[in-house]
């Protein structure tokens, strides 16, 4: 089946055609510099027209969404969107269906559809990137809660006081302790200048006394969360997403972390993967999410 899939972001767009599993064609554009609503709307569907009309759109927002997927609720950096009926408004200028999904919940779709997932039907994914995002696919469904917002794995509560970023608010959250923002913040707690606090310096120079304890921090949390989490879902597998895990050695070194944490009878089938897909996740993930509603509507 072909579909096209949209990865909406701050400072880019990028809107591929998949058939069958694999991306045929693909392009990219900055973000209309405005971010209003209907200029964007209208570049989306120009550039996902340029691969012939007709074919269904998924359109990954950095954001929430409503439980039934038709309104925008917070998408950050996007002033204006929030409460519009975003799925219509795509739909009706594209003049095929259209299904809208929070970017992180299309990712765990786009690992079935053509990662590491294919074939699951319980497993969660993590993005462990600036923020930490995630899905959770339980029994072969995309967990989307009352009120549209599960799977919101980046804020379970695993600190106790560090306060979560704008548009949450909430304390001690997995996020505000281990997302690159929050991991930087303190390296330079701890003494590092702003000149060598990338998250890919900071690894490079792990074994080092001052930075080795910063990830032990992290490394042990996210383990933690991990551990919880597969307590909660019992998943086939945890995949790890977002740019951290490309870190050399951070996949085994995080492996070798969480079994400590998990209930004997969890230990034996706990599975960590690295995701497949990288920067393509999101235009994977929307296909899978227009695709998998076409199939519940037929
Ligand atoms: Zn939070």
């Known amino acids: 089946m072909k579909a096209i899939g949209v990865d909406l972001g701050g400072h880019k767009i990028a809107v591929g ?19 209003e609503p209907e200029p964007v709307v209208a570049q989306i569907v120009r550039m996902a027209k340029a691969f012939g ?19 925008a609720l917070m998408i950050s950096n996007f002033a204006g969107w929030n409460g519009l009926p ?6 009706s200028v594209l003049g095929a269906p259209v299904v809208v999904e929070n970017d992180a919940n299309a990712y765990a779709l786009g690992e079935r559809l053509a990662g590491v997932a294919r074939g699951m039907s319980d497993y969660i994914v993590i993005t462990l990137g ?17 009120h549209g917002m599960a799977g919101e794995v980046g804020h379970i509560v695993l600190g106790s006081d560090e306060p ?5 608010g909430g304390l001690g959250h997995f996020e505000a302790m281990c997302g690159a923002d929050a991991l930087e913040k303190r390296a330079l707690k ?3 200048s702003d000149a060598d606090i990338s998250l890919k310096d900071l690894w490079a120079r792990r074994e080092e006394e001052k930075i080795s304890p910063l990830w032990d921090f992290a490394l042990e949390t996210i383990s933690r969360g991990i551990a919880s989490l597969v307590h909660v879902f019992d ?39 690295s995701s497949s897909l990288g ?14 509603a076409i199939e519940n509507r037929a």
């Open 86 to 91: 975003i799925r219509r408004m795509f739909e």
């Open 17 to 35: 055609l998949v058939e069958d599993g694999r991306i045929t064609a693909r392009t990219e554009e900055r973000t209309e510099p405005t971010r």
């Open 235 to 273: 998943p086939e597998a945890v995949i790890i997403g977002g740019g951290m895990r490309n870190g050399e050695g951070f996949m085994e070194n995080l492996g070798e972390r969480v079994p400590k944490y998990l209930g004997l009878p969890f230990r034996e089938g706990f599975r960590l993967l």
């Open 53 to 71: 009309a007709g074919a269904p759109m998924g359109v990954c927002i950095p954001g929430g969404l409503d439980a039934t997927r038709e309104r």
């Open 130 to 146: 600036t923020g930490i995002g995630g899905g959770i696919v339980s029994g072969g469904r995309l967990l989307t809660g009352a």
């Open 164 to 168: 979560c970023g704008p548009g949450c």
């Open 190 to 192: 701890i003494g590092c």
């Open 279 to 292: 920067t393509d996740a999101p235009i994977f993930g929307g296909a899978a999410v227009v695709s998998a």
